[in-house]
């Protein structure tokens, strides 16, 4: 039977289970267990898609479409499982499901509670869908005692009681904080945070415990004696330099052991970690450096671009080079050129809306003139299109319709657009949660081009989320100034890849290759672009 593991959070947000609950994903697979990991957001949002980036980190999106928390791209690099629309929820879209039923009247004249409707669609969530495998692992997104989150614990007590608890495991990971004064860790907010998860009716079985150093053996009797856990189930979780050291470190203090040993199943005492060692070491001990110039408008929180981030270190990795990124404000009036200085390549990544659009043009163009590799993502393309035809083609008022009104709407709004046999419509009135193209599509990509040297194929699927596209009427024009569309979906209709031949190392893609980056199976394109980057000289 299909074993279910909860991962809470305590004494404060933003500690890592994400990459906790990636982690253990991690280390049962190499147990040799299958696993899948799920996500339960509180928040009323039908999903993060309309939330801005600097509230809530980017949005992750899945194979099928789906706009999820960027958790879901740890668990997918972690694990190398991928994602499904069915493996994240949130309060809205619960809310929003049951609410459609009743009005649909399938409670049959039934008063509506949050018990039993609400807990009921959540333990359905959690349940389904599955295929056999040995572990899901569900991450409980807040910190326990939010009250938001009280359906989601209720929840998970309930399936407990459901699925019995020799198939449920509890996992709570939570802070201890260090007291310059007192010289020592503290251990009384985990304590007041497991209370918290007693009084919703849930014992923890494993602690986590987040610390910058090390934790005395003391500090653990302490606390599994007060927080009803037995000592060995009291796992360190120190700070540490890379990720990718987690699920060694997590594996050294007994953590996947003990979850065996909880579920009575066996567990072999050697595991081969080699790879998660490789990763480790390649990122501490580069050959060189390479400096990569992002010039986006999320700058101030760099989760916006936790995938983007992550896919370079891969690429990193790949060529045995540490990736210095500098991350450059695109809004921000400063000298670009000053800014740029030193730089052995230029990436400009997705965005929406107006504002530092021309900071980002003059990026563009300072790539282009000055012959640095440039990487182009989704508004990177676009606007690299926009800068030629601007600056090249002689189109002076060439934009997007996205900024506003123009003359020569080199980028506009996907009107409708195939997906498989299904045709998708949109409108400039409509819905913006959503409504984007999402997922992955087709790309049949120029043989003899970059980006078919680079790829080593004719034919990529590759994730989407944008709501624009280049206007393929200004193909010839476009072509004429060095500009050329080598990738190109099946129906000929929309751009998917742009390069110049006159540049060492110039491309832009509608999509977002950084969604399918693996430590372990870096993507191609930011393998080449780092590359790329690492034979350029510096800009002076």
């Known amino acids: 039977m299909t074993k279910f593991i909860f991962v809470t959070g305590g004494v404060v947000s933003s500690l890592g289970k994400g990459i906790a609950a990636s982690s253990l994903g991690a280390l049962l697979q190499a147990r040799g267990y299958s696993v899948r990991l799920r996500k339960l957001d509180p928040y009323l949002n039908v999903d993060p898609g309309t939330m801005s980036p600097l509230q809530h980190g980017e949005v992750y999106v899945t194979e099928d479409g789906t706009e999820t928390d960027l958790d879901l791209g740890h668990y997918e690099r972690f694990t190398g499982v991928c994602a499904h629309a069915s493996d994240s929820t949130t309060t809205g879209k619960i809310y929003s499901t049951v609410l459609t039923k009743e009005r649909r009247g399938d409670y049959l004249g039934a008063t509506i509670q949050v018990v039993p409707h609400i807990i009921d669609e959540i333990k359905a969530f959690i349940t389904a869908g599955l295929t056999g495998e040995d572990f899901i692992i569900c991450e409980i997104g807040g910190t326990v005692g939010d009250i938001e989150g009280l359906p989601f614990l209720e929840a998970i007590r309930q399936l407990s009681n459901d699925l019995g608890r020799e198939n449920t495991l509890f996992v709570h990971l939570t802070l201890l904080p260090y007291i310059a004064a007192a010289g020592e860790l503290k251990t009384k907010p985990t304590q007041h945070s497991v209370k ?49 050291q ?71 990795i790949a060529n045995n080079v540490h990736v210095k990124l500098h991350w450059l404000d695109a809004a921000d009036a400063g000298n670009f050129q000053d800014g740029l200085a030193g730089m052995q390549g230029i990436l400009v990544p997705g965005g929406f809306g107006e504002r530092g659009i021309e900071g980002k043009l003059r990026a563009i163009r300072i790539a282009r003139e000055k012959k640095i590799p440039y990487l182009g993502i989704c508004l990177g393309m676009q606007l690299a299109v926009i800068e030629a035809a601007r600056n090249l083609a002689g189109l002076t008022e060439a934009s997007s319709t996205e900024f506003g009104p123009t003359l020569d709407p080199i980028v506009g709004m996907m009107t409708e657009w195939m997906d498989g046999k299904m045709l998708h419509q949109r409108s400039q009135e409509g819905d913006l949660g959503g409504t984007m193209r999402l997922g992955a599509y087709p790309c049949d990509i120029k043989e003899g081009s970059l980006a078919h040297k680079i790829y080593g194929a004719t034919s990529i699927y590759e994730r989407h989320r944008h709501r624009y596209e280049v206007n393929m009427t200004y193909h010839d024009r476009l072509e004429s100034v060095g ?58």
């Open 196 to 244: 918290e998860l007693l009084s919703f009716g849930i014992q923890p079985d494993i602690l986590l415990c987040r610390s910058d150093r090390p934790i005395s053996q003391e500090a653990k009797q302490k606390l599994g004696l007060f927080c009803n856990v037995r000592p060995e189930r009291v796992i360190e979780a120190q700070d540490i330099d890379t990720i990718y």
């Open 246 to 316: 987690v699920p060694v470190s997590y594996h050294q203090e007994g953590l996947d052991l003990q979850v065996c040993r909880y579920f009575g199943l066996e567990a072999k005492e050697n595991l081969d970690l080699s790879k998660w060692h490789t990763v480790a070491d390649r990122i501490r001990h580069p050959d060189g450096q390479v400096n990569i110039a992002i010039v986006g408008k999320y700058v101030q929180l760099l989760d916006a671009y936790k995938s983007l981030s992550e896919a370079l270190i891969h690429a990193g």
């Open 483 to 540: 500009l050329h569309f080598t990738g190109l979906s099946p129906d000929r209709q929309l751009p998917e890849i742009i390069e110049r031949q006159d540049h060492p190392w110039f491309v832009g893609v509608q999509f977002h290759p950084e969604l399918k980056s693996r430590p372990f199976d870096p993507h191609p394109l930011f393998v080449s672009f780092v590359a790329a980057a690492i034979h350029q000289e510096r800009l002076v």
